[in-house]
């Protein structure tokens, strides 16, 4: 029998790997896995690189895990945000390294990582410092440059309903990030608001295909982070 | 510079008003963070437009009363939004499909600086302890069909913003087709800046030394 379900967090992140590259979905905090992130902070894997739209806020999540000096890399698009200290300070000081990247830029990378495209034209950032030292090519007169796609060792993604198959739906704007992520790493970890039963989720309105998912933990009520961040919050508590 | 601003050109509310009134009825829309967001805000009598935002919705709607706010439902400036009935949801692959594949017909932006042919700059000054950011405005400029830019005419402390070159590094070459000022609505064409019209109060001379670049009439 499949059952892509664990028992906790810890079990969820337990493989995760000192140098592995994780993709973490959200855009700001709509989508930000908080509780699979403090449990990798608990777990202890080190010098990661992390991909994610932005850079966290506040003292939680994905800035917990940046100021617990765990990240040795950011590639992202938006590294400030409203609330957002941490990653600032340490890229200031030399201490962390980022890969700024064009959002649709991210995305595809991402999209093209997980459907076994190694690299892509695109025509933002041409003429730009971001295009700097890449390939640059002329299609019917019209300038794009090369892009490589991204794989992930884990991706870290929150979802709305999820089966045991790994079937999963999205909440609002939080799906944002999620379904290419789930497609684009080795082992997906998703924290799911509520665990139904197999077939309670309508194939039609089924999100990410069960295929991109292995391990689904419920998380039935996961935090807000705007609303740590306002309590002033920092993880580990 | 001492200069009087007082009731030389147009509010930002009228500003905003005057790019709404070159979106026509039926249009895509994607509106960048911050004065461009007002634009939804004077649509005029009659004309539906979508909006698209890159985070993942289209149709998105007005901000949602005090209270009902759902953190997960959100704009690209990470603020509250609502949906319109007929909205739907999507992720980011699929929402830049839509922007550079050229399916969103208008996107109005900001600007740090732009220049006589067009380029745009509005990500960053390019200064060393700068932290760079640039979001999906480079995807935007090189998909979106029309790329209106709403901004005021002079920096803050008075520097011309419509230059010959941009000193800053752009965010995408000869990208902007109109530039929606607070003293005037200047127009890129193949042969320089046209001023389409002035703001109140604005003659052409004053606009012209406000201005780095040589700006027709």
């Known amino acids: ?237 | 510079m001492v200069e009087k601003q007082i009731n030389i050109g147009w509010s930002k509310t009228e500003m905003a008003q005057n790019v709404a009134m070159d979106i026509p009825d039926g249009s895509y829309v994607n509106l960048g963070i911050g004065m461009p967001e007002m634009v939804a805000d004077f649509v005029p009598e009659g004309r539906e437009l979508i909006y698209q935002t890159e985070n993942g919705l289209l149709g998105m709607g007005a901000v949602p009363m005090a209270g009902q706010e759902d953190p997960e439902l959100i704009n690209a400036g990470k603020k509250p939004v609502t949906t319109i009935p007929g909205a739907c949801f999507f992720h980011h692959a699929d929402s830049f499909t839509m922007i550079r594949g050229g399916h969103i017909d208008v996107c109005v932006l900001g600007a740090m600086q732009i220049s006589k042919n067009g380029d745009l700059a509005n990500w960053s000054t390019g200064a060393a302890n700068a932290i760079p950011a640039v979001g999906g405005a480079m995807d935007l400029v090189a998909g979106v069909k029309r790329i209106l830019v709403i901004t005021q005419h002079n920096t803050k402390d008075g520097k011309a913003k419509i230059l010959n070159q941009c000193s800053y590094p752009l965010t995408g070459k000869g990208v902007v087709e109109s530039i929606y000022t607070n003293l005037a609505i200047i127009d890129v064409k193949d042969e320089g800046l046209y001023v389409r019209k002035l703001g109140p109060n604005v003659d052409f001379e004053y606009l012209q030394k406000h201005t780095e670049a040589k700006l027709y009439q």
Not at chain 1, 48 to 65: D, F
Not at chain 1, 154 to 169: I, M, P, Q, W
Not at chain 1, 177 to 205: H, L, N, W, Y
């Open chain 1, 1 to 237: 029998m499949i059952n892509k379900t664990v028992q906790s967090l810890a079990e969820a992140v337990q493989n995760i790997h000192d140098g592995a590259t994780i993709m973490i979905s959200g855009f700001g905090e709509a989508g930000s896995p908080i509780e699979l992130i403090h449990a990798l902070i608990d777990q202890g894997a080190k010098d990661l690189t992390v991909v994610s739209n932005n850079t966290g806020s506040g003292n939680v999540g994905l800035a917990a895990l940046i100021e617990q000096r765990r990240v040795k890399k950011m590639i992202c698009s938006f590294p400030r945000t409203a609330n957002s200290t941490v990653f600032p300070e340490l890229y200031n000081a030399g201490e962390i390294e980022l890969e700024l990247v064009p959002q649709g830029t991210l995305a595809e990378r991402i999209r093209a990582g997980g459907a076994g495209i190694p690299a892509f034209y695109t025509p933002a950032s041409v003429n730009t410092p971001l295009a700097k030292g890449k390939e640059c090519r002329v299609f019917d007169g019209i300038e794009y440059v090369l892009e490589k796609g991204i794989k992930a060792d884990f991706s870290l993604v929150k979802c709305e309903l999820a089966d045991r198959y790994g079937n999963l739906t999205y909440h609002a704007t939080a799906r944002n990030f999620g379904p290419i992520m789930c497609t684009a790493a080795k082992t997906s970890i998703v924290q799911a608001r509520k665990i139904v039963e197999a077939g309670a989720i309508d194939p039609e309105i089924v999100v990410t295909p069960g295929i991109f998912v292995n391990h689904i933990i419920e998380v039935s009520k996961p935090a807000n982070e705007s609303e740590l961040v306002s309590q002033k919050l920092t993880y580990p508590w």
